[in-house]
């Protein structure tokens, strides 16, 4: 589904998979949701590259292997995050012997003191040329402003460019087992200092595509998923019917 060698070798020798924590419902559909959108964006920059896209930009990179086991010679990798997590992830690799690859530009960014289009700008990035971005797991923790800044970026980009990102449904989309789960899931979150802030619905994700500027839009729910990336497993692993968020595509 997702073959990625790197994972495990950067978490480094003192990493111990707890096996009887993998078992637990939560943990296995987490586990699921985290590789479907990784498999999904990947999925989608194939298709990008195939149709000549030759940079790639990973918006909260944070622990993202990609760029680790990128399979295309010619594809720069740009990798955004804030300066202390993409400091504490180069320590990883180097202490994992993992060498940083010549295709693969750091861009250490602080939202609070740069706007993203300053932060490529400062690098080999070429507003010029289309691009496609993943985003996986930062949508929730923005602002709408915020969200709206950086897709209206993607969108200002040349045709052939696109962004795939998960986000979280509106309570209004949720049953009301979900709604309860989601709240302790935010108080956790919020009293490590990372609030959820965004919540959309479907049909308002939509119009925040269309009105970007974005040509081709798509969603993915937990059937969606399932089907494309689940089915016909011996394991059992899958995506739970209330599902975790949804994945989504703008390209223009």
């Known amino acids: ?23 637990h419902p939560i943990a296995r559909a987490f586990r699921a949701f985290m590789v479907a959108r990784s498999r999904y964006a990947e999925d989608n920059l194939a298709a990008a590259a195939a149709s000549g896209v030759r940079q790639y930009v990973v918006l909260g990179a944070g622990l993202d292997t990609f760029a680790y086991r990128n399979p295309y010679s010619d594809l720069h990798v740009f990798e955004v995050d804030f300066p202390a997590t993409q400091e504490w992830k180069r320590g990883l690799l180097r202490s994992a012997g993992i060498r940083e690859p ?24 070429d507003f010029n040329r289309p691009a496609f971005f993943s985003w996986l797991g930062v ?32 309570d209004e989309e949720l049953s009301p087992r979900r709604r309860l789960a989601r709240a302790a899931l935010s108080a956790r979150v ?16 939509d119009n925040e ?3 970007a500027g974005f040509q081709r839009i798509e969603q993915l729910d937990t059937d969606d998923l399932n089907a494309r990336y689940f089915a016909c497993r011996d394991d059992g692993l899958a995506l739970p019917e209330e599902g975790l968020g949804k994945l989504a595509s703008g390209w223009v």
Request: aromatic share 10%.
């Open 102 to 125: 010549a295709g693969l530009t750091f861009v250490p960014l602080d939202f609070d003191c740069q706007t993203l289009a300053g932060g490529l700008g400062q690098t080999s990035f």
């Open 209 to 211: 595509l269309k009105s």
């Open 190 to 205: 919020a009293a490590v200092g990372e609030p959820f802030r965004l919540f959309l619905r479907s049909e308002q994700l």
């Open 1 to 23: 589904m997702l073959d990625d060698p790197i994972a495990v070798p950067l978490l480094g020798a003192d990493f111990k998979v707890d096996r009887e924590m993998q078992k």
């Open 139 to 170: 949508v929730p923790y923005l602002t709408l402003a915020a969200f709206r800044g950086t897709l209206d970026l993607i969108a200002g980009l040349p045709t052939g460019s696109g962004v795939s990102f998960d986000y979280a449904l509106s």
